[in-house]
Structure formats: C-alpha cells, structure tokens
C-alpha cells in the first residue's frame, strides 16, 4: 500500500512486475517512487495501472506511468471515457470540517494536476485481467457507473476502491461504511452494489479511503449496511 490514511492505492507483484490498483494523488508521486526503490524495482517494471473508477484522486499518477513507464492504463469501459477527459469537481460541504481537511489535502498533492489518460483499455464484470496478479473484477456501479473491486484471490485480499471506505470522509468516523451521499453518482445503487461483493472471499477488505481492513467482505458489507440505515 502507498498513501495517507485519507487516500491508498495497492501495488501488487508478481515475478518482479508489477500492478498498481489505483494511482492515488500526483502528489504521492515520490511515495511510489520509492516504494519500487525499495524493492529494487526499475519503473518500467510498472506493466499495468488498473484504475477502480476515473476520479482524479484514484488516477492521479495514471499518465504518467503510461507516457515514463510505459504501463498500460485499465479501467471500466463504463468510467474509460470520463477517466480520457478533465475531471469538474462536484460541490464539496467545506462547513463540514473533515471535508475541508480533506481538500486541503488535495490541493497540497496536486489533485487540480490530474490529467487526463491519453490511451485507456476498458474492461467488463468479471473479468481476469491479464496484469500482474490477475485480478478479478467485480462491477459495483453506484460511486461511478464502472467502478470496480478487484478480487486477489490467492492472496486473499478484495481492493474494493471507492465501493466502500474505512474512514468517512464527512465526519471522520472509521469502519467499512459506503462514501458519503454528495460522492456517490447513484447512493442507492451504490447500497445495492455492496450485494456484488458480499460473498467474495477474503481475508482483507483493502479501501480507497482509510486503512486495511481485516475481516471478510460479508462482515464489511455488513457493517455498511448498518450505517447506510443509520444515517439515510
Ligand atoms: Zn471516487
Ligand atoms: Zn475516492
């Protein structure tokens, strides 16, 4: 995992190639670098950049590693054509102070910077992409119309991306919970989603937002659902 507690992506490695599962901030630029560093890892051992959906804090990194390490860029054909234009921010509720902090957070790491990705392929539900780890992917619409979680079987462990979060984004509080409403594309559909990756298995629930999780899919899902009640 590279990132803050706010924003992660995942690399993951197979015979010294390597994957990375969301790109983060162009901010986290030097994480990354460092982290293939520290694994005596040359750029170009970056083959795939596989993206959950085409927000700019999830993509952040994509072109570049596209145009220097020459990795292939993988998205939802249902997010690919938004993830190859400039990203228009929604409203954010700034009065609300974890939101702010947030922002704050993104601007600092560059997240106006995103570009857009020059050349993406798009792939479909259920598919076992051909990238190091070859993960599976599971379409959870809802956040985004393609967003995806990508299941890692043999390692046990489910990258749910923004399907659901360890940390709220709006009040700070911390366990698997859907985004807040004012992100997602579709709420509902997004609550609906949650049934895709209930019987996954897997012994880490890996988010966009907040820190690993340990437990199955079945008890993050769960644990959503009971907030999902709580606050709709
Ligand atoms: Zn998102
Ligand atoms: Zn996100």
């Known amino acids: 995992r590279v990132g803050t507690t706010f924003l992660g992506c995942y690399a ?38 596989v993206l959950t959906h085409y927000h700019p804090d999830h993509m952040g990194n994509a072109e570049r590693l596209r145009t220097q390490a020459g990795a292939t860029v993988l998205v939802h054909h249902d997010d690919r054509a938004a993830a190859m234009r400039r990203f228009k921010p929604p409203v954010y509720p700034l009065w609300k102070p974890p939101v702010l902090h947030l922002v704050g957070h993104y601007l600092r790491n560059g997240v106006t910077r995103t570009a857009p990705v020059g050349e993406a392929s798009g792939f479909a539900d259920q598919e076992v992409l051909d990238v190091p780890g070859r993960p599976r992917v599971i379409h959870t619409p809802g956040h985004t119309a393609g967003n995806v979680a990508l299941s890692l079987a043999d390692r046990e462990v489910l990258i749910v991306g923004d399907t659901l979060a360890t940390l709220s984004l709006s009040s700070g509080e911390s366990g698997p919970q859907l985004l807040p409403r004012f992100l997602n594309e579709d709420h509902d559909r997004a609550l609906a989603s949650l049934e895709k990756i209930e019987p996954v298995e897997a012994r880490w629930v890996l988010p966009g937002h907040g ?20 606050t709709s």
């Open 12 to 49: 993951v490695e197979d015979a010294g190639a390597y994957t990375f599962i969301d790109v983060g901030l162009p901010g986290y630029w030097p994480q990354m670098t460092r982290f293939l560093a520290a694994r005596s890892a040359s750029l170009s051992s970056v083959k795939a950049v």
């Open 211 to 230: 820190l690993p999780w340990e437990g199955s899919p079945r008890q993050a899902v769960k644990l959503a659902r009971q907030i999902a009640a709580r």
